[in-house]
């Protein structure tokens, strides 16, 4: 079964944020030494290859706009408010994907939303 689009983004928001996290680790030359941090940087690019290739082209392009302003490009949504800027009532422009998922984006911050409950 197809992956939903919004899976896809979180899955490649958290991808983005591990390799950054091996980026800015410091011990990552000691790991490097035991032959370790190299393949984990290998099967994250592997993977982040994996999911951009799953998801729709508009969708990336949108998504790696927002990704330039903010580290984390989703935000949940809960009770109506948006946890990115905590504006209430956020949903604005919607893009339905070519799979007709519709993905909803902050009216004001932007960013991607995902119902938290
Ligand atoms: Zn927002």
Not at 25 to 52: C, H, L, N, P, W
Request: a negative charge.
């Amino acid at each position: 079964m197809q992956e939903s689009q919004l899976r896809l983004l979180m899955f490649l928001q958290d991808l983005l944020s591990l390799k950054k996290e091996i980026q800015d680790f410091q011990v990552v030359e000691q790991y490097e030494e035991m032959g370790f941090a190299f393949d984990r940087k290998e099967r994250i690019e592997e993977s982040i290859k994996e999911v951009t290739e799953q998801l729709d082209q508009e969708l990336y392009q949108r998504f790696l706009q927002i990704a330039k302003k903010y580290d984390r490009p989703l935000a949940p949504v809960k009770n109506g408010v948006c946890y990115g800027c905590f504006v209430s009532a956020p949903t604005g422009s919607k893009l339905v994907t070519q799979n007709k998922d519709i993905i909803e984006f902050c009216n004001h911050c932007g960013r991607i939303l995902y119902r938290a409950g």
